[in-house]
């Protein structure tokens, strides 16, 4: 049986692409990430003219696939980290539904021209709105160690890449979830997830944490 082969095209970003970059490294599949540069040049050839794109290679057979959440649960679903039941499959899209919550909601704050201008807003987020988010998260890991079974599942991918770009900007931020904490520290304790983070990109929010840290807006 050949071998099959992933690119994962997209910005050079963390961005949307990053769960699936999670789940590949976790299952240590044979992959590429592939930055694209010259994106108006690229785009035409794309699905749907937006990145990010997997492409899937075995023998001489290619498919690109476009969206980032159909991309994650194709891999859940060809790398069995989707549950073993329909009900398993159910708990597991609400996770990532409720992590696509968190991680679109800090977007106004952090990207576009307004990136890092609003201190007071950036607290008030942080303060009063993520917590909110996180409590949810709380609710549905409960005691348990992933979000879904005794093994990580797509899911515990979504979650993590949420709280994890939150903790860049704010290394507080689970000082009241220990459930949390504990999730994040397992999930980057996998050995072939820590061995990715260690090579990864930095982080677009990463920027934001001196704002959180001292209240003053980025220049
Ligand atoms: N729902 C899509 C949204 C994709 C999307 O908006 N991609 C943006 C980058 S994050 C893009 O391709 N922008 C460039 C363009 O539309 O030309 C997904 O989750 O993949």
Redesign the pocket.
Known sequence: MPETKYELL??P?R??AEPARLVLAYVAASWTDTPVGN??SV?PSTP?????VLFERKGGAERAI??????LRHLGRTFQLYGQTSDDALHIDIAIDTAHDLANAISPLAFGPNKGKDPAALNRYFDDVVPLHLARFARLLGDNAYFVGGAPTIADFAVFNAIDGHLSVDPNLLEKFPTLAAFHARVAGLATVSAYLEGRRPGELAPLASVRATGQPLV
């Open positions: 997209y910005f970003l961005g949307r994106w108006m785009k749907l003219g937006q990145l990010p476009p969206q980032s959440a159909s991309i």
